[in-house]
């Protein structure tokens, strides 16, 4: 996985953890996600704004600094259909 697609799918579903804090799921993906792109991409330092009709996030690659963009409506798929259909998708506890 190239470091776009890996920043692509911890954006999607860190938008999804900041709409619903308490899916424990979405919550341990999203570290997942992160710690792939620490360890498989050195990515650090990663944060994202939403602006216009992008999020914009800025990251450090290897200490360089980065930033990319991805549409509002290509990250915010997952968080709509959940949103859509809450009863399909809630949050077990895994204790």
């Known amino acids: 996985m ?7 799918n911890w954006l999607t579903i860190k938008v999804v953890t900041d709409a619903r804090p308490e899916d424990e799921a979405a919550t341990e993906t999203e570290e997942m ?9 050195g990515i650090n330092e990663i944060q994202y704004e939403k602006a216009d009709l ?18 509002i ?13 809450p009863e399909k998708y809630k949050n077990f506890p895994t204790t």
């Open 2 to 8: 190239n470091v776009h697609d890996a920043i692509y």
């Open 33 to 41: 996600f992160l710690q792939m792109l620490k360890s498989d991409h």
């Open 54 to 71: 992008f999020y914009h996030v800025s990251y450090l690659d290897n200490e360089e600094s980065k930033s990319t963009k991805y549409p």
């Open 73 to 85: 409506e290509l990250i915010e798929v997952m968080l709509k259909q959940i949103l859509a259909e």
